[in-house]
């Protein structure tokens, strides 16, 4: 795994904004010590491994989707997904180790990359007959996490915030 992408939840595909990345770099380089992590790590790791770290218990909760990366910090080889799941407004995806899947809202068009074929990431495949199966296996587990997480669909992303938002149109949309 690169060591700029170790602990972002998509890598390039959803890169966090300057600062977040540089807060990112230093907990990896605090943590790892240099090391190089090859499972699929994820944002949503880091609240369980900073407890495990520290030697404290969190509390069960279901809804919890992050596991403590710990195991790997001290040179084991646990049990470990082959899936790392993302969300943002209206915008959700899952990345395995060799595809990358995007699905936003009915307004805008989703994506599939293959990243070994394509690690650029230049072609979009969500329409190619070949990767059809693939895609279903990735949009069953992209909604199956997001409910087991206790998320509405993603049409209903909007019940899930506060903010009030602008509302754009694809361009080329019809009105």
Same mark, same amino acid.
């Given at each position: ?11 390039? /595909? ?7 990345? $540089?807060?990112? !770099? +230093?907990?990896?380089? #605090? *943590? ?22 520290? /030697? ?7 809804? $919890?989707?992050? !596991? +403590?990366?710990?195991? #790997? *910090? ?35 068009? +989703?994506?599939?990359?293959? *990243? ?60």
């Amino acid at each position: 795994m690169r060591s700029d992408a170790a602990l972002s939840p998509l890598g390039d /595909g959803w890169a966090p904004s300057r600062a977040r990345r $540089r807060s990112a !770099r +230093s907990l990896r380089q #605090f *943590l790892t010590r240099g090391m190089t992590l090859n499972p699929l790590v994820s944002s949503y790791d880091y609240f369980p491994t900073i407890l495990d770290y520290l /030697g404290v218990e969190a509390a069960p909760d279901a809804a $919890r989707v992050g !596991r +403590s990366y710990a195991a #790997f *910090l001290a040179g084991k080889n646990p049990p470990w997904r082959n899936r790392l799941f993302h969300e943002y407004e209206y915008v959700r995806g899952v990345r395995s180790e060799n595809l990358k899947y995007i699905e936003r809202t009915k307004e805008f068009p +989703s994506e599939l990359y293959d *990243l070994e074929a394509d690690p650029g990431e230049t072609t979009n495949r969500i329409h190619d007959p070949a990767y059809r199966a693939q895609l279903e296996v990735l949009r069953t587990d992209l909604r199956e996490f997001f409910s087991k997480a206790g998320a509405p669909t993603l049409e209903d992303w909007q019940s899930t915030t506060k903010q009030k938002l602008t509302k754009y149109k694809a361009v080329g949309a019809a009105h």
